[in-house]
Structures are given as C-alpha cells and as structure tokens.
C-alpha cells in the first residue's frame, strides 16, 4: 500500500498533528516500511502455538485469605479525637 499525501493529511487530521509537506512525505514512507514489516510477519508459520493474552504468564503471587484486626487501631484508641469506635474531626462544612 502506499501512502499518498490526502492519506497522510487525513491520518493527521484525526491524530490531531500539524505536519509540514516534508514530514508528510518522510511520514509516508516510514508507514510503508512499518507495513512491509507486517507483511513480514505475517509469512510466520504460527499453527499449534496458543494464544497470548501477556508476555508474562506467571500469573499472581496468592497469599492465605484470613480475616485480622490490623495493628493501627490500638493507636487510634489512644488518640483524642477516638469515641465510641470512631474518629472524630474538626466539622469543615459550616
């Protein structure tokens, strides 16, 4: 496929680049060589190999799921603002 000057003009217009005829034209033949590489590709012989969804498939680290108390709420009993369960702040609504 090539690229001519309205191709290039339209794929700036809607990526939202101000291109000068010079960038155009080098624009133009760099996506030729960007799709000849693909073409490239695309020769590869890839029957039998599983679908990718991520280059790192060692999936997540699992820890034991069990429920605790977390250590900071014996220091929120002891703070001033601690009643009744909760923390009370200054009112910043008036």
Known sequence: MTFDT???????LLARLALSE???ER???ELERILEMVKELQKVDVTG???MSHADDRGLPLREDVAYT???R??????QGYEDGL??????IE
């Open 27 to 29: 624009l133009g033949s």
């Open 87 to 92: 923390v009370r702040v200054p009112k910043i």
């Open 49 to 51: 190999l599983k679908p």
């Open 6 to 12: 309205n191709n290039i003009a339209k794929l700036a």
């Open 74 to 79: 014996k220091n929120l009993e002891q703070s």
């Open 70 to 72: 977390p250590n900071g």
């Open 22 to 24: 010079k960038e155009m």
